[in-house]
């Protein structure tokens, strides 16, 4: 089983960035994808959720409106785009998959700063 979410980066506050989350070993389409997020010295904080179809979505109250969950069944992989990002948006991101059992990417870092 895998997770392998694409590099983060540097981004300018008020940027855009786009993450992806690969997913092998386990039917993809049958599980519910989060994104979560940590900051230094902070727990750890659910981002983002996509139901199995994509049909329903939530976000955690600090990113709606500027963050966007998407997956694609078909290619296996869950997307985070991130509009309008804040200095506070700099965080490690993690990839998230909810099913029978539970599975974590590695974690990509992303910072915002000028």
């Known amino acids: 089983v895998q997770l392998v979410e694409s590099v983060g980066g540097l981004v300018q506050p008020g940027g855009s960035l786009r993450l992806s989350c690969a997913a092998s070993?386990?039917?993809?389409?049958?599980?519910?994808m989060s994104w979560y997020r940590q900051a230094p010295g902070k727990e750890r904080e659910l981002v983002a959720t996509?139901?199995?179809?994509?049909?329903?979505?939530r976000y955690a109250d600090s990113v709606k409106g500027r963050f966007t969950i998407s997956r694609d069944n078909a290619k296996n992989t869950v997307y985070l785009q991130m509009n309008s990002l804040k200095p506070e948006d700099t965080a490690v991101y993690f990839c998230?998959?909810?099913?029978?059992?539970?599975?974590w990417g590695q974690g990509t870092q992303v910072t915002v700063s000028s």
């Open positions: 996509i139901t199995t179809a994509g049909g329903s979505t």
């Open positions: 998230n998959a909810r099913g029978p059992r539970a599975y």
């Open positions: 070993g386990f039917t993809f389409s049958a599980y519910v």
